[in-house]
């Protein structure tokens, strides 16, 4: 099998050339923003995050481990990218422009990079109010709201004004939909928050210490693991995702809910770069389609966007982003009020689990763990006790 082989080149490339490549990203992109207070030239650990041989490493490591068959998206990647494409026009901007503020070109562009990922213009503010630029938001709205129109624009130049998960075809809303979203919003923010306990703390997953073996363990289990779904659970589940949504009495296997959170829990912490926004979505929806299959309750599209929303919001805590980018990709408005509902709830569920967000957690804790130099903000110092 050729899999373990790509996810250790992967993994070699992030190791050796980019550390600061690994994983999905966006955590990085919090810590350069912390970091990017000061002076941002003179910061070498803000410049490393937000860098363009970082962003070349994440480009070469995601392509890899997408071809090896791991569980990752390139949503979390081209957030990143996108946030060192910024930082490099802020710092030739900067040369004319001496009091330029180098958070709100991070801000922006890690806005503009979930804007052009999934084509959701308002998904990308809505990420960065709720996660991005959380307590700094006021002062880069202008710019934000700007990278997120070009980015849209251009994403549209080139793609066309497609829907990310496509047209999906509801039946009538039934009745008890506000139940239904009640009930996939409590298994969603439980199956999140743990998702994102494991990903916090990689230790407990029991893998091999060392990189190499953990990387070639990881890309072992994946490719058996993708063997026997017939490769449905590689790469980000977009495509099988989609080929749900678009047909007409389409579903996803019983257990693609379960294989899916294992190969994404994997292929994270194997060590390459890669992100989990996408996989999270595809993941919700097997988890809607499973309830729904097994609790007999509700369309399993539905159940399917329901619990693309509860997932991502118990695993990233940004509800009203899970709400928007799910009904901007599906253009199925007239479900907002549940989506909202499961949003919510799963939200308040997972932080029962993690009272700290993943990306937060990993921005502000995990690679701070590398470097004692780089400092937590007052608010993740309170969230975490």
């Known amino acids: 099998m050729v899999s373990p082989v790509i996810f250790l080149g992967a993994v070699f490339a992030v190791r050796y ?86 958070q709100s070109y991070l801000v922006a562009g890690g806005a503009a990079g979930v804007a052009a990922a999934f084509n959701t213009p308002l998904a990308g503010i809505a990420f960065a109010l709720e996660e991005i630029g959380e307590t700094k938001f006021p002062k880069f709205k202008e710019s934000v709201m700007l990278s997120v129109i070009i980015s849209g624009i251009a994403a549209q130049a080139l793609a066309g004004n497609y829907l990310y998960f496509g047209h999906p075809v509801l039946e009538r809303l039934p009745a008890r939909i506000i ?50 779904t017939s490769s449905d659970t590689a790469g980000s589940g977009y495509e099988v995702t989609r080929r749900m949504m678009d047909s007409t009495n389409g579903t996803l296997p019983s257990f693609f809910f379960a294989e899916k959170f294992v190969t994404t829990v994997l292929s994270y912490l194997s ?81 029962r689990i993690m009272p700290i967000s993943l990306y937060r957690h990993l921005a502000f804790y995990t690679f701070a763990e590398d470097s004692s130099k780089i400092a937590l903000p007052k608010e993740a110092e309170i969230e975490h006790g």
């Open 17 to 102: 050339f980019a550390p600061e490549a690994k994983g999905s990203g966006i955590p990085q992109v919090l810590q350069a923003i912390h970091l990017g207070e000061k002076d941002f030239r003179s910061n070498i650990h803000l410049s490393k995050f937000v860098s363009i041989k970082t962003a070349c490493v994440k480009v070469l490591s995601t392509t890899l481990g997408i071809l090896g068959g791991a569980s990752v998206g390139r949503e979390g990647p081209t957030v990143q990218i996108a946030a060192s494409l910024f930082a490099w026009t802020a710092r030739q901007t900067s040369r004319w422009v001496p009091k330029l503020d180098f």
């Open 179 to 228: 139940f239904d979203a009640l009930s996939i919003g409590v298994l969603g923010g439980l199956a999140g928050g743990f998702f994102a306990w494991i990903l916090s703390r990689p230790s407990l997953a029991i893998l091999p210490k060392h990189w190499v073996k953990r990387a070639v363990f990881c890309g072992v289990v994946c490719a058996g693991i993708n063997l026997l």
């Open 271 to 351: 060590g390459m770069a890669g992100g989990i926004f996408s996989p999270c979505l595809s993941i919700g929806a097997g988890l809607g389609i499973a309830v729904s299959q097994i609790a007999h309750i509700g369309s399993l599209k539905i159940c399917a966007l329901i619990g693309m929303v509860a997932f991502f919001s118990g695993v990233v805590q940004a509800p009203l982003t899970a709400v928007i980018i799910v009904t901007e990709m599906t253009d199925k408005h007239i479900l907002i009020i549940p989506l909202l509902i499961a949003a919510y709830l799963s939200q308040a569920i997972a932080r």
